[in-house]
């Protein structure tokens, strides 16, 4: 008979039935091992067994038993020591000042690892002496140091202690409050209560007086300063860390006051400052690794092999998930995470000054910021600096004064000119309020949903299509009745308009908005490795034919209309008494000055280039088809193409024509069938010119990096096309290289 060693799981006798208790005791068990392993060794890899009563459910259970990296209770829980414990036996005082900052980048690293989705419990909290600082202030305090050295360890990890306590409530309440992070990016649960008896500036108080202490005693012993120095580095960041996020987030004290939190402002020129401090600081962390202490194994593992870690510590609060034991970062990688960190929150404190007055602006920074290694934590602080407990921008600027301003900038729209008759017609303000403030609803859902990791957005952005669709209606109800309103007015005034002409301006400004969403929606495809091979053809046609061309269209749309304006203003400052000459000169050089800075903001959204480059990535990959090197599995004979295009294109469906395509229209507009009835050869031909055509129209811009890079990019892919067309390599396999992350619907291909 076999006895159990977990907890809970044996039965008693006195449970059973007088029958089962018979079977319990004459029923002769028999050791399978050997035959279980001789079955298992004949499945394969990844296979598993299936019977008809035989449930995945059960083989997980199977496969959970008894494993302790998956079942928390086979193994038996123990009493641990408690923090009074660990100090009233000496371990503080016997850590020698390598192992002091050993200890401190392995917390760092837990705290870096918390922050990368694993359980606090198993990861921060490992370290006892992170698990009640107030308990570990007291038992330090009883046990006053006998010898200058003995400063160093409680001191230390004292502050760390405290100021992690609350760093760590400050990081779940940022996280929290934000709303922008799921399951997968971090895990809110918090088991054993995080507290501090000291308030925050008492905190940063105890923090530089550890620093003093430590800079004292590296200064009377020269031996010492080089470790103590790093160690004052990780206190640094702590503090400046703490400083800088309560200059950027609403404190905790003040979310459920409305008469304060309404009142808060991000302070944003005092948190960049702290800031600066953190990432000087954090920039040593590397390189200093070395000094600490190292893992005997040669790996650091759980940190086990330092005193203060009891990785089975909290094993009883585990969550019930797999896997029930969490991989740690190393100490380089934790702490190379938390610089990363550090700069991201400089850069929002640096950059999103400069990007509030402007929509377009403030979305695309939101874009590129998820981009570049954010984590749930930065993102965010992002959305709370954005919008602070309001739709106020910043706290300070409704959103809604931004979109007008933004659609005065882009648009010249005479509704939005004192004077004009749609400007007094109360019909054309009212359908103009009511795009405004629907346009505000649905770009709040959009700045949030950019907030999210790139999975997540994807399927947000898509929710938020059948929203633009409403909003390019509402777009063009306005621009009818201005129009119409304007000419109405010309025609009982002599053609005079009093202001520039009416046109699509609102409509050019929402599409061009949405165009830029769409392309989001499909580089998302991209980035997140979503796309078959065999679906790039219909993805590239799509981005050239409806996303480039209309992008261009709605954008020279815009131009006009600018440029409308400009004459209007031109015209106006003719007509003006020659008294006020002297001043017209200057005002003339502001306006033709504000007209180019307008006219280049609209360029900037359209790459010269970009559609030519579609055009070749799209007849290559029609090349690669025909001649066998891309098949579409035919899961459904004659109809698998047509599914897929159709699921790609399903997100699309609240727009209509143009933006929603169906597969006839590909077929069709693409002219697939020629194509491959003209054979690979040609195909790669027409790719090769295409890509030397954007090469040399991107080439022109010099200027712009992102020209730069493409130019490259196009010009790697021409001589591919040609090696191809020229049948040098007929076996050669083609890769796409998606390599640089600023461009990854346009990869590098390479011959292989």
Known sequence: QMESSCEGHGSDPEDLTAAEREVEFTEERVDITKEFAAAAAELSLGEMVLAGKFTLQEAMSAIELMDPKMDGGCVKLREHSTVEDVVAEGWLRGM?????????????????????????????????????????????????????????????????????????????????????????????????????????????????????????????????????????????????????????????????????????????????ESLTAAVECATRFYDTVELGKMAPVGQDGDYGWLRCFIPDLNRRYLPPAFPRKSEFLTRRHGLKHLEKASRRLYDIASTVPHVVPDLGAIIQYLRSFCERESCALTRSVLQLVLLPNDERILGETQLSDILKETIKNTTGMPLLCNGSPSNRSEVCLELFEEFVQDTVRVYLVVIQALGHNLARQRDKISFSFDDFAHLIMEADRVDIEAQHVTEKYALEHRGDTKGPPGGSHLAAFINVHTLRLVHWHFELGFRLEIFAECEYAMVWWYMREVLSKWMFSWLDNAHKCLYNEYQTDLAKMGKEDKKVAKTKSNRMNKMDERFRKRIATLKHLYIQGEEVMYAGLHKLCVGLQANGRIAVPEFIPGQSERVRFQHRMSPLKPFGHPFHLSYDSYKLGSGLAEMLASGPTKCFSDAAVCFSTARDALAVNREDPRCVALSRICMQNAIVAKILASGARPDARVEFEFADKNFPFAPVLKLT
């Open 96 to 272: 020698g000042d390598d192992e002091v900052l050993a200890t401190v980048d392995a917390t760092l690293a837990c705290l870096a690892s918390w922050l990368e989705g694993a359980f606090i419990a198993q990861t921060l909290h490992t370290n006892l002496l992170m698990t009640d600082p107030d308990v570990l202030s007291a038992a330090c305090g009883c046990q006053p140091e006998k010898e200058d050295r003995d400063t160093v360890p409680g001191r230390t990890l004292t502050a760390l202690a405290h100021g992690l306590a609350h760093l760590v409530l400050l990081i779940r309440h940022t996280i929290g409050t934000a709303s922008v992070c799921e399951d997968e990016d971090f895990a809110m649960q918090m088991p054993l209560q995080v507290t501090s008896s000291l308030s925050f500036d008492e905190t940063q108080e105890m923090i530089r007086d550890a620093e003093k202490s430590l800079h004292g005693v590296g200064k009377a012993n020269k031996a010492r300063a080089t470790v103590l120095a790093a160690v004052i580095d990780r206190l640094v960041w702590l503090r400046t860390i703490l400083q800088a996020m309560q200059h950027m987030v609403i404190p905790r004290h003040n979310m459920y006051d409305p008469s304060q939190g309404n009142t808060f402002r991000p302070r944003l020129k005092q948190a960049a």
